[in-house]
């Protein structure tokens, strides 16, 4: 006891010692400086990382390069800039603001790519700054507390050594730190000037673009009595043009190499892919049918350059969304051969003359489309165009070409577009007499820019279902057993949807040519902005629409995986019975639900509203609508305690027939007679059902005759036995069992009984017929009935 009251007390001194030291009670933070014993360790550090910061923060080429020449650079935008044609937006035409736009887009983009660079050095930089600004503090108080202990002169020399050393350094990244800021301070200040002038641009373009209906050239007649005709400087501003746009390209090429990894890729893949199912073709191992080699829809891979052209145009598009249009001329113009080679694979020859004809008008105008300052050419070219698409429309309708390229249903729309086409160029040309040339070449360009896409995205859409098709009619497609069931069902939605997408891009491509697209635009915008109030819930356009793609995407997620889980899943794995459809129904019921809540959300219903909703439908539901309730529920309590289950033979009140399918509300029971019965679910809770199958499948039949007294007993059921054991389709397990059933007065009546699994009807037919031909081969007589005639005396 004595001692805990000791160590109590020590403890309490201890305690109250604490209290009163504040040194003890709060430690004392680290020092600002370092300890002159670690100097000369610390210091040896400092400098090896001084050295490190000096190559760390030493300009390189790259970057002293991009600064000497940021500055003529920005000189020249300006110049450009400065030109009349920049000042005057409003007098130029379609084809100089597309070419500015795509010049200042170049300029632009350079400027924003030397900007990211000086970026990144900047924040080099600030960390390297930070770093020396802290370290510089630290090495001033280390100096000055070792002057105050009286250091020895070689550790206050080190201090003050380290110390030069670090302020060197800040002074000269102070200095280049300063010279980035002023480079991208300037690059900042270009690029915003230019993203301004390429919006004047597009802005003027789009109003330029327009401004079809007047007068903006002299009429042909006065051109032709005042210009003289040169051809040669036609084609000499066609050349220079041409030579300019392909370096237009290049320089875009050179300028977004970010690009260029995803396409070089793709376009490796792609090539793998096109040269591979050529070399099946000509190996003749494309297919697993030798009949599908006649299909001439497979035939454009026989042409593997051809089609790894057009699917190559196609990567570009999606590698380079903001490509400027002069790239485009330039991969279009090369695709007309590769369009030609792909179509004659699949077009009748006599009609393969009718690819030709508008390929070629459409390399004259993307050639017209490159002159510059020769009016009188130019419009003597657009009158040529326009009056060969005439005639060449003309001999389509004429001969009928589009009854053997075109399905049935294209066939009619297609000869109004023609009709319309024709009757449009006739304007243009008007139009291009009276100098109203905008105009003019607005429907050249529409109708051209029409027909040579529609020919591209029909080519696309012949080699993107062709190959579609190859691949799920090779073998491998086969070990899939979805793909199997469901290939000429995957193969038609496939291509319809490639068909649609073509379609719809075709469209739009279109519209944009037509300049009706910010139209339709604002159009979308207007209507989906229109909204009424409901209550307190705001209901638009575009949230209706939103519902609705909710709904029809509940109903489609709902429907596949039914279909995958059905065909994939449970055709491979054995499930107990009854589990597939209790999976399928609890799936469906889960997403149906959840597809609904979610569809309703969008709507902006709440919580609180849908509980209010649901608590007015259980009081409706409680009055009105008991039995559906009832037979709903009875459907939930078939699908987890599996009574019944789809194929299952059962009998219920006087209906006997098998089980087709397990609905909501009701299930449908198919009779022998070929009648279908619609049953509510309640019923099968009820009422007693028998079900045939609930365990197993097999039926026991029952075979019955009579024979005479006087035939042998034994023989006869030998012969019962053996004829039941013969039958293929008769069980051995368990085996058949053949009886004397009773004595008749003239008659011994007998019984077979034996199990069968399929085919239930004919085997019990079969073991009949063989009984009776047996019972007559072995000479067994069949009972006559015997009368006793009594003589009246």
Request: with cysteine.
């Amino acid at each position: 006891m004595k001692s805990i009251l000791i160590f109590i007390l020590l403890s309490l001194s201890t305690l109250y010692a604490q209290t009163n030291n504040p040194e003890i009670l709060s430690p004392k933070e680290d020092p600002a400086y370092i300890k002159v014993s670690e100097i000369t360790t610390q210091s040896i550090g400092i400098l090896s990382e001084i050295k490190e910061l000096t190559i760390l923060t030493d300009e390189k080429e790259s970057l002293v390069n991009l600064q000497k020449e940021l500055l003529p650079y920005c000189d020249s935008i300006a110049i450009m800039t400065s030109e009349e044609k920049y000042k005057k937006l409003d007098s130029q035409n379609i084809r100089n603001l597309q070419k500015m736009h795509a010049e200042v887009s170049l300029y632009t983009k350079q400027l924003e790519e030397w900007d990211d660079e000086i970026s990144e050095h900047i924040g080099l930089y600030d960390k390297s700054l930070e770093s020396l600004k802290t370290e510089t503090k630290l090495w001033e108080e280390t100096k000055n507390n070792a002057i105050k202990e009286d250091a020895p002169s070689a550790l206050v020399e080190r201090s003050t050594f380290v110390l030069d050393s670090l302020n060197t350094l800040h002074k000269n990244a102070k200095i280049k730190y300063d010279k980035l800021l002023t480079s991208s301070q300037l690059a900042v200040t270009k690029i915003l000037f230019l993203k301004e002038l390429q919006k004047e641009l597009k802005s003027t373009e789009n109003l330029v673009t327009n401004r079809v209906f007047y007068q903006n050239q002299a009429p042909l007649l006065e051109v032709l009595s005042e210009d003289s005709f040169a051809p040669l400087g036609y084609l000499g501003s066609i050349k220079k043009s041409i030579v300019d746009k392909y370096s237009q390209s290049k320089d875009y090429v050179l300028t977004n190499s970010d690009h260029w990894l995803a396409y070089i890729v793709s376009s490796l893949l792609t090539l793998i892919f096109v040269f591979y199912y050529n070399y099946l073709y000509r190996k003749k191992r494309l297919f697993v049918s030798k009949n599908s080699l006649n299909r001439n829809i497979f035939f454009f891979i026989a042409k593997p350059f051809s089609t790894l052209f057009l699917l190559s145009l196609l990567l570009v598009v999606f590698n380079f969304p903001d490509r400027p249009p002069f790239l485009m001329e330039i991969l279009l113009s090369l695709s007309i051969v590769p369009i030609i080679r792909v179509l004659q694979t699949v077009i009748q020859k006599e009609y393969v003359k009718f690819i030709y004809a508008p390929l070629i008008i459409y390399l004259m105008f993307l050639l017209e489309k490159s002159s510059v300052g020769f009016e009188l050419e130019s419009r003597i070219v657009m009158l040529m165009i326009s009056t060969g698409l005439i005639v060449y429309l003309v001999d389509v309708i004429r001969k009928k070409v589009l009854f053997y390229v075109s399905s049935a249903k294209f066939i009619k729309y297609g000869h109004l577009l023609l009709y319309l086409a024709v009757g449009v160029l006739f304007i243009a040309i008007v139009a291009n007499f009276y100098g109203t040339m905008l105009l003019s070449t607005r429907i050249v360009k529409g109708v051209m820019g029409t027909i040579y896409s529609a020919m591209i995205f029909y080519t696309l859409y012949v080699i993107l279902t062709g190959y579609i098709v190859v691949m799920l009619r090779r073998r491998i497609a086969t070990a899939s057993y979805m793909l199997e069931k469901y290939s000429q069902n995957i193969e038609k939605t496939t291509r319809f949807l490639i068909k649609s997408w073509m379609l719809l891009w075709w469209l739009l491509l279109v519209v944009k040519m037509l300049s009706i697209y910010p139209f339709l635009v604002d159009g979308a915008e207007y209507v989906m902005s229109l909204s009424w109030q409901v209550s307190e819930t705001n209901i638009s356009v575009s949230i209706i629409l939103d519902f609705i793609f909710i709904v029809v995407g509940t109903w489609v997620l709902a429907r596949l995986v039914r279909t995958v889980l059905e065909v994939e899943v449970f055709a491979r794995f054995k499930l107990p019975r009854g589990a597939p459809t209790a999976i399928l129904t609890t799936l469906n019921y889960v997403i149906i639900i959840t597809g609904t809540i979610v569809a309703f959300s969008s709507l902006g219903v709440s919580p609180q509203q849908f509980a209010l909703i649901f608590g007015a439908l259980g009081v409706g539901i409680g009055f009105g609508l008991r039995n559906i309730i009832a037979n709903f529920i009875s459907g939930i309590i078939m699908v987890f305690e599996r009574p019944i289950q789809i194929g299952d033979t059962i009998e219920v009140d006087k209906t006997m027939g098998k089980v087709q399918s397990i609905g909501a509300r009701s299930s449908t029971v198919k009779t022998f007679d070929g009648s279908e019965v619609i049953i509510p679910n309640a019923d099968f809770i009820a009422k007693e059902i028998v079900n045939w199958t609930l365990s197993d499948e097999y039926r026991r039949k029952i075979v019955e005759f009579k024979v005479d007294l006087d035939n042998d007993i034994e023989v006869i059921l030998t012969l019962m036995k053996e004829v039941a054991i013969a039958h293929p389709d008769v069980l051995k397990d368990p085996e058949p069992l053949a009886t004397l059933k009773n004595f008749g007065e003239y008659y011994l009546e007998f019984k077979l009984y034996f199990w069968l699994h399929d085919n239930l009807i004919v085997a019990h037919s079969d073991v009949n017929i063989a009984i009776y031909k047996a019972l007559k081969e072995a000479n067994i007589k069949m009972p006559v009935p015997r009368t006793d005639v009594k003589q009246l005396s």
